[in-house]
């Protein structure tokens, strides 16, 4: 027998119920999903800005020297770099639901086994691990966030709380930070995570729609491989390279292998029929212009977090918590400019708000840069700076995210995102790393400048990568002069890098950028 009932639609009068009742439901569980990506991002932000402050600490309590504190925040970027154009692939194919749902659960794993780690070989291993993690969660997040909020209101609303939460975890990271380790240990800056990864994965599972491409058909394993030994071997040859000495045959070599992945990688990427990172959306002016913007960012302002721990503590010589509290003045603006940048991207294009917010970012570098030159240099000196360089990286940050993404066909988002976090993460990877060989050059030419040529290069090396990482005593003024020369060239090298880009950033857009808008 047949039902029916089952075949036939409903009484007209029970549509307006229905449709009533369904409507709240939707809105909840858009809710609930934007709560559990929310909660994602916080962690992914958490990882970037509290490890920096407590780097300090893992000097003395793991022994960790100079290259050492670099290789533990920078195995997270590079680990970011190697899994992200793969995570898009997999979640366009597989389901970007499923796949947040596994990257969170990783990241809770692996930030466990950070704060269990004994020594810096195993903490750089579990940072590693934990950056494969965090770079695929945050790829889910913004694709997960491109399907589920489709219209332009509530998508704008959405990529607002994505940013405010991202400024969240980033802009509180330095105080929360410094707090763990003065009420508790530095372990606890990762063991935290653990708890907040249930919360995220008990609100996903209900909340988060299921979504992907059907055109998403292989797994660009040869793409992957190219792209991470492309990164890792510059980071390497950057890094390492004074050990080495760079222009010794091991030194060349590394930076061979570099240039030969990436070439491999774009040969690759153009030859296959489906590629993870898919060059043809150069093509559109926006995109273009939104991931000059990824990488401008991650130029100046987000590497320099991690050595400001350094420069305020070995420089000002300012304690753990007073540091913390400056780098509030660096990271807060971000949180309370994001509702002011989507509403510029709104009304005047990406053409305007993404250029604005990197020249903004540059022009706060340069006054960090001439109030670290003063005669009594002081945290005060730098904060007008602090806090200029803070509303770029606000202004800049969301109207990028969502215009990479808005700038693609949504079933194209897991890609987008790829290439947009790609941009962001190898740009991070590159200049910590060499942020720190000025740091140390600039030591090391100023030191030598007073000794005198007849010192002995090794030693004057080793010494000049004791005074980057902070390592000197209160009394040694040549050290504090040095140290303080150091970062007055890393700062305008931000700064003067960053301006550049704007500039190429605003003429990528072009007109198209103002009369996409339109």
């Avoid at 549509?15 to 991002?41: F, Q, W």
């Avoid at 509290?50 to 680990?79: C, R």
């Avoid at 603006?333 to 994001?338: I, N």
Wanted: hydrophobic content about 55%; overall charge neutral.
């Amino acid at each position: 027998m047949i039902d029916d009932s089952a075949q036939c639609p409903p009484p007209p009068s029970t549509l307006g119920p229905l449709m009533a009742a369904a409507i709240p439901s939707r809105e909840r569980s858009n809710t609930l999903a934007l709560v559990a990506v929310c909660l994602a991002t916080l962690m992914f932000g958490l990882e970037i800005s509290s490890v920096p402050v407590i780097l300090p600490t893992l000097e003395k309590v793991l022994h960790a020297d100079f290259k050492g504190l670099q290789w533990i925040m920078n195995a997270y970027t590079i680990a970011c770099t190697t899994v992200l154009m793969a995570t898009g692939t997999l979640a366009d194919r597989y389901g970007r639901k499923r796949v947040f749902l596994i990257c969170v659960t990783a990241f809770g794993i692996t930030s466990l086994l950070c704060g269990l780690a004994a020594n810096t070989a195993v903490l750089i291993v579990g940072r590693f691990l934990q950056g494969m993690a965090g770079g695929a969660m945050l790829i889910c997040t913004i694709a997960v966030l491109s399907h589920q909020f489709r219209e332009g209101a509530e998508r704008s609303r959405a990529f607002v709380a994505w940013g405010v939460i991202s400024g969240v975890g980033l802009g509180f990271g330095p105080i929360i930070g410094g707090l763990i380790v003065a009420v508790s240990n530095w372990q606890w800056v990762f063991l935290i995570q653990a708890p907040i990864a249930a919360l995220s994965l008990a609100l996903a599972v209900g909340s988060v729609q299921e979504s992907r491409d059907p055109q998403a058909e292989h797994l660009d394993l040869w793409g992957i491989v190219t792209l991470s030994v492309a990164v890792f071997a510059l980071t390497y040859f950057i890094t390492q390279g004074s050990d080495l000495g760079f222009a010794s045959a091991a030194a060349l070599g590394i930076l061979a292998l570099s240039v030969v992945g990436f070439v491999a990688f774009v040969v690759v990427e153009k030859r296959i029929a489906h590629p993870m990172f898919d060059f043809s959306v150069f093509g559109i002016r926006q995109f273009s212009g939104a991931i000059i913007g990824c990488i401008g960012m991650n130029f100046s302002y987000w590497p320099f977090m991690i050595y400001l721990p350094i420069y305020f503590q070995g420089v000002l010589g300012y304690d753990s918590s007073t540091a913390g509290v400056f780098l509030l003045a660096y990271t807060l603006p971000f949180l309370a400019m994001t509702p002011v940048a989507e509403r510029i991207l709104q009304r005047y294009g990406a053409r305007v708000a993404v250029p604005l917010g990197l020249a903004t970012i540059g022009t706060g570098f340069v006054l960090m840069a001439l109030g670290s030159s003063l005669e009594h240099a002081s945290g005060w000196t730098i904060l007008p700076g602090l806090l200029v360089a803070g509303i770029g990286i606000g202004l800049t940050n969301t109207p990028v995210t969502n215009t990479t993404t808005a700038s693609v066909s949504s079933d194209r988002a897991g890609m987008a995102s790829g290439i947009d976090v790609s941009a962001r993460l190898i740009a991070l990877a590159i200049n910590i790393a060499v942020m720190g060989l000025i740091l140390q050059e600039s030591i090391r030419a100023q030191l030598r400048g007073a000794l005198g040529a007849s010192v002995d290069a090794t030693a004057l090396q080793a010494q000049a990568e004791r005074i980057a990482a902070g390592n000197l005593a209160a009394s040694d003024t040549l050290a504090h002069t040095a140290l303080a020369h150091g970062f007055g060239a890393v700062m305008l090298y931000g700064g003067i890098g960053v301006i550049v880009l704007a500039a190429i950033s605003y003429t990528i857009f072009g007109r198209g950028a103002a009369s996409a808008r339109r």
